[in-house]
């Protein structure tokens, strides 16, 4: 079974405005990563947040935890063509090599 | 560009056909990991190898078979494969493995005729 689920599953907007997309998972975690993929290429990391933090900042990139709601956001500002990708949270099982992915929110950047 | 290197990109095999795929790291990571993508859909993890040793079968049909001659290289050797394995094959690497970022290749796309 997955460990995260994503919402929305699709997501359409025009170029400029803020992408926003919501993650939950069901058992704990020492920390919660997000990656892109752009459309039949690999997945790229974007950025981790621990277990300790609540929001992380890269780029335009905002990351928020919230561990007593098993959730995470992930917020792309100012959004641009080139964003159009799937995005995936990612969340490592304690002490071993699985990572379960989310089943990915597809967000599309009009021009 | 990505740090892990697949080959090849593009892979048309039939049923009885045996062929391999192959993935090499030059980042001193010391897990390296199969992963099985169908379209639309987030990657399903196959195999970890950790010290060039299997670790983690996800209960995988015998017909995929992982190997990892050394520390920097894994290959899947595929035989008597079915139209449904049809998919994008994503090789990956870790640090050590667990909570590490995980750095992917950019995949090779099978087609099973």
């Known amino acids: 079974s997955q460990q995260g689920e994503e919402d929305p599953q699709a997501l359409s907007i025009q170029e400029g405005e803020n992408a926003t997309m919501n993650c939950s998972y069901k058992?704990?975690?020492?920390?919660l990563q997000w990656y892109r993929q752009n459309s039949g290429r690999g997945l790229v990391h974007l950025i981790l947040i621990r277990s300790n933090e609540r929001e992380k900042h890269s780029g335009r990139l905002r990351v928020t935890l919230d561990t007593s709601k098993k959730s995470s956001s992930l917020l792309i500002t100012a959004s641009r063509a080139a964003d159009t990708a799937s995005y995936f949270c990612a969340t490592p099982n304690t002490g071993g090599f699985k990572t379960i992915f989310g089943a990915g929110t597809r967000l599309f950047v009009k021009a | 560009d990505t740090e892990v290197t697949q080959t090849p990109k593009h892979l048309v095999m039939g049923m009885t056909n045996k062929k391999s795929l192959k993935c090499e790291q030059h980042?001193?990571?010391?897990?390296m990991y199969w992963y099985k993508q169908k379209a639309k859909k987030p990657p399903e993890l196959m195999f970890v190898y950790s010290y060039e040793k299997l670790s983690i079968n996800e209960s995988v049909p015998s017909r995929f078979s992982p190997e990892c001659p050394n520390s920097s290289l894994l290959n899947l050797h595929l035989h008597a494969l079915q139209p449904e394995d049809s998919a994008l094959y994503l090789c990956?690497?870790?640090?050590?493995?667990?909570?590490?970022?995980?750095?992917f290749g950019e995949g090779s796309w099978l087609t099973v005729v």
């Open positions: 980042m001193g990571h010391r897990a």
């Open positions: 990956a690497s870790t640090a050590t493995g667990s909570g590490n970022t995980i750095y």
């Open positions: 058992t704990s975690i020492n920390n």
